[in-house]
Nanobody, 117 residues
C-alpha cells in the first residue's frame, strides 16, 4: 500500500507562486505515475498534471505554461510548481500515485490552495 504525504498549500495573492510536494512511501517510487488533481466544492476532481516514471508530463490546458510537475527519485517526492496563480486555481489539491505494475491508485490527504488578494 502506497502512502502519500503532501504539503505546501496556503494563501497566496494573484500572480504569486506556491510549490506543492508529495512524498511517497511503501513501494518503489520509479514504478509510480505521479499526479496532481484539484477539487472545489460542488465540482468533480480534475486532473492538473501528471509525470510518468520516465519524466514525461501531461498538463490540463488551464495550467499549461504556469505549472510545472516534476519528480525526484532520490527523495521519493513529486512536486508541483505553480506560478502566475489565479483566483480560479483555488482548490484542494490532491496528490495521486498509480502503479504501472498493478494500476492501483493512492491519494494524499489534500492541501488547500487559496489565491486571493
Amino acid at each position: 500500500q502506497v502512502q502519500l504525504v503532501e504539503w505546501g498549500g496556503g494563501l497566496v495573492q494573484p500572480g504569486g507562486s506556491l510549490r506543492l510536494s508529495c512524498e511517497a512511501s511503501g513501494t518503489i517510487f520509479s514504478t509510480l505515475v505521479m499526479g496532481w488533481y484539484r477539487q472545489v466544492p460542488g465540482n468533480q476532481r480534475e486532473l492538473v498534471a501528471l509525470v510518468n516514471p520516465g519524466g514525461g508530463t501531461n498538463y490540463a490546458d488551464s495550467v499549461k505554461g504556469r505549472f510545472t510537475i516534476s519528480r525526484d527519485t532520490a527523495k521519493n517526492t513529486a512536486y508541483l510548481q505553480m506560478n502566475s496563480l489565479k483566483a480560479e486555481d483555488s482548490a484542494v489539491y490532491y496528490c495521486n500515485a498509480r502503479s504501472v505494475r498493478t494500476l492501483q491508485e493512492s491519494w494524499g490527504q489534500g492541501t488547500q490552495v487559496t489565491v486571493s488578494s
